[in-house]
């Protein structure tokens, strides 16, 4: 088996939090559709006093922008930027900065601190506000190990996301196999076995070399012409951690770059899963606590705030599909309150509706807000407080939709058992 990725700096429900927001900064606009939205991306180890003579000199050409409005508009979110400039920290990845007008009288300013070092210096005014390098850094960063080897040759490779990197292509010198005839045929024929032998050892060397100590690899797919009758992987050579992380083994026709790429291919489901590995590992403990009824798993929204609230939670389990927000709404005419739920995406399509909207009770459009929620949110801050980690699940695996369509999108793994009397 495969060490799970401890390295992760960020949790899961860190990142899913970060997704959300982007999400929703993609859908501003500005104001009157000009380009005064602000994006400002700053690379670690820049000085933050540097920025602020950048933009004030910006702020300097601001005022010749044609259009008055949108003149204005520019000039108003560079002040923002810059007055707070002096609270802010740039630590070891940078910052991502978005500020502007998305209504007449609404701007908004976003810090944002990256998940990864931000690696280029960006400045631009826009209609909307430029999340991609944001986004490159929430996409899945495994690196895998992708190997052709035969008797003829063998390709070492390297798959990041969608990026491939060719490492070495080694020309093997085991003569190929042709008719001699008699008896020495057969010593010919023990001769090339065991310059063959010889290659796959020095291969399994070389594999250990690339993918432990040079390129080191989450997981390694290895590929071949009849790769799977071949001894290679049982080569003594190859270190038992390098055989560990082997998740597949593909017969693949061709050699070298073509061989590669015949490999990834075939490999792409293997390799899709394994992004998911560390989801389906926790998926599992709770179902195997479930079958064995342990009573250390519980779901469902009521019973795992029950559980969360008496400090009993080890790791709670949340269905990316949930993400609702919990808003209590209260009427201005005849003072009843009542509760609300919409999910992320149409919160501001709801918040558009509110003086539209009429009062359950009284019939009037004085409804206002009087508490928001996020339920992502609201549970994380609650297991924070109890020593509970929080792990986001997505449902693009089997397991993951599991949990949202059986166990109502929440589930919780216990540290001990809570007894009900
Ligand atoms: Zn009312």
């Known amino acids: 088996m495969?060490?799970?990725?401890?390295?992760?700096?960020?949790?899961?429900?860190?990142?899913?939090?970060?997704?959300?927001?982007?999400?929703?900064?993609?859908?501003?606009?500005?104001?009157?559709?000009?380009?005064?939205?602000?994006?400002?991306?700053?690379?670690?180890?820049?000085?933050?006093?540097?920025?602020?003579?950048?933009?004030?000199?910006?702020?300097?050409?601001?005022?010749?922008?044609?259009?008055?409005?949108t003149g204005k508009a520019v000039a108003s979110a560079l002040q923002s930027i810059i007055s707070r400039m002096k609270n802010v920290i740039n630590g070891e990845n940078g910052l991502v900065i978005y500020c502007g007008m998305t209504g007449l009288n609404n701007m908004e300013y976003h810090l944002i601190v990256p998940p990864e070092p931000v690696g280029i210096k960006?400045?631009?005014?826009?209609?909307?506000?430029h999340t991609d390098h944001l986004k490159e850094m929430l996409e899945p960063k495994k690196k895998y190990g992708l190997m052709i080897v035969s008797r003829g040759g063998a390709t070492f490779a390297t798959l990041t996301g969608t990026t491939l990197n060719i490492i070495k292509n080694e020309d093997s010198y085991v003569p190929k196999k042709h008719k001699m005839g008699g008896q020495s045929q057969r010593r010919f024929e023990r001769l090339v076995e065991e310059a063959a032998t010889r290659w796959y050892n020095k291969m399994g060397e070389m594999m250990n070399q690339i993918y432990?100590?040079?390129?080191?690899?989450?997981?390694?797919?290895?590929?071949?012409?009849?790769?799977?009758?071949?001894?290679?992987?049982?080569?003594?050579?190859?270190?038992?951690?390098?055989?560990?992380?082997?998740?597949?083994?593909?017969?693949?026709?061709?050699?070298?770059?073509?061989?590669?790429?015949?490999?990834?291919?075939?490999?792409?489901?293997?390799?899709?899963?394994?992004?998911?590995?560390?989801?389906?590992?926790?998926?599992?403990?709770?179902?195997?606590?479930?079958?064995?009824?342990?009573?250390?798993?519980?779901?469902?929204?009521?019973?795992?705030?029950?559980?969360?609230?008496?400090?009993?939670?080890?790791?709670?389990?949340?269905?990316?599909?949930v993400d609702k927000v919990n808003i209590t709404l209260k009427c201005n005419d005849c003072n009843h309150s009542y509760a609300e739920t919409t999910i992320k995406s149409k919160y501001d399509a709801f918040i558009k509706n509110?003086?539209?909207?009429?009062?359950?009770?009284?019939?009037?459009?004085?409804?206002?807000?009087?508490?928001?929620?996020?339920?992502?949110?609201?549970?994380?801050?609650?297991?924070?407080?109890?020593?509970?980690?929080?792990?986001?699940?997505?449902?693009?695996?089997?397991?993951?939709?599991?949990?949202?369509?059986t166990f109502g999108g929440i589930a919780a793994i216990l540290r001990y058992k809570v007894f009900e009397y």
Not at 122 to 129: P, R
């Open 122 to 129: 960006l400045y631009m005014c826009d209609s909307t506000f």
């Open 212 to 321: 432990l100590e040079d390129y080191p690899v989450e997981a390694i797919v290895v590929g071949g012409p009849a790769i799977s009758n071949s001894q290679y992987l049982e080569s003594k050579s190859i270190d038992y951690r390098i055989k560990e992380k082997v998740i597949g083994i593909y017969d693949v026709g061709y050699t070298e770059y073509a061989g590669i790429k015949e490999l990834m291919g075939q490999a792409q489901d293997k390799l899709a899963d394994f992004e998911l590995i560390h989801e389906r590992k926790l998926m599992n403990r709770f179902l195997e606590h479930l079958g064995k009824d342990t009573g250390l798993v519980t779901y469902g929204e009521k019973a795992v705030r029950d559980v969360l609230e008496k400090g009993a939670v080890d790791i709670v389990l949340i269905s990316e599909q």
């Open 2 to 69: 495969v060490k799970e990725d401890k390295e992760e700096k960020r949790s899961s429900v860190e990142l899913y939090m970060l997704r959300q927001s982007i999400k929703r900064l993609e859908q501003k606009r500005s104001f009157n559709m000009s380009t005064s939205l602000v994006t400002l991306y700053i690379p670690p180890k820049t000085r933050l006093s540097d920025i602020t003579n950048q933009l004030r000199d910006e702020l300097g050409t601001a005022t010749n922008i044609k259009d008055r409005a």
């Open 354 to 405: 509110l003086s539209d909207m009429k009062c359950p009770k009284c019939g009037e459009t004085r409804v206002e807000i009087k508490n928001e929620n996020d339920f992502v949110e609201e549970i994380n801050e609650i297991a924070k407080s109890s020593g509970a980690t929080v792990e986001m699940i997505s449902p693009s695996h089997e397991d993951g939709a599991i949990l949202y369509n």
